[in-house]
T-cell receptor, first 111, second 111 residues
């Protein structure tokens, strides 16, 4: 199985701050994903990447950007955090048979 | 647009009984469907994948069925235990499309 780690479990930021969330996998898989999860709205795809320096918008990319400089690392960037970006952020890596391996999640609070 | 529904937001059953969770989808034809388990504050964990040409799949106490005519998957946990209490997510998927997850059903197995 793929091990996926995320840089922080909990994060508190102020409105307007730049926020970096980092995700690292311990294998060599190409496809990596960022989701946010909110009560009543479920998991929603923000961005994904299928290779180094490649990125694709998901369903809700507004207010976010991503970076994939190395294959094992996929970063989500909030350029100017806003309170409506308070959420649980989950990174996932696509392994064999299309399965997704998720990280533990980062619970972000924007004040 | 694509829509995924899971039978109920919450399901309570008695220990030892069989839990049956439903996933219905509309407006697309998935090539396969996955089920994930999510514990509070954690990322989802992959359980089972069933392809469109498979009617049924089993793994230990878990059984999944996939009816492409009804556009429905059923997820069964036999001899349920309190440790099975979690939220279960379904994810019908077709190649070349973004991953979409259902809203989840929160299962509580009562001792």
């Amino acid at each position: 199985d793929v091990k996926v780690t995320q840089s922080s479990r909990y994060l508190v930021k102020r409105t307007g701050e730049k926020v970096f969330l980092e995700c690292v996998q311990d294998m060599d898989h190409e496809n990596m994903f960022w989701y946010r999860q909110d009560p009543g709205l479920g998991l929603r795809l923000i961005y994904f990447s299928y290779d180094v320096k490649m990125k694709e918008k998901g369903d809700i990319p507004e207010g976010y950007s991503v970076s994939r400089e190395k294959k094992e690392r996929f970063s989500l960037i909030l350029e100017s955090a806003s309170t409506n970006q308070t959420s649980m952020y989950l990174c996932a890596v696509q392994g064999l048979e299309e399965t997704q391996y998720f990280g533990p999640g980062t619970r972000l609070l924007v004040l | 647009s694509q829509k995924i529904e899971q039978n109920s937001e919450a399901l309570n059953i008695q220990e030892g009984k069989t839990a049956t969770l439903t996933c219905n989808y509309t407006n697309y034809s998935p090539a396969y469907l996955q089920w994930y388990r999510q514990d509070p504050g954690r990322g989802p964990v992959f359980l089972l994948l069933i392809r469109e040409n498979e009617k049924e799949k089993r793994k230990e106490r878990l059984k999944v069925t996939f009816d492409t005519t009804l556009k429905q998957s059923l997820f069964h946990i036999t001899a349920s235990q309190p440790a099975d209490s979690a939220t279960y997510l379904c994810a019908p998927h077709n190649y070349g499309q973004n991953f979409v997850f259902g809203p989840g059903t929160r299962l509580s197995v009562l001792p």
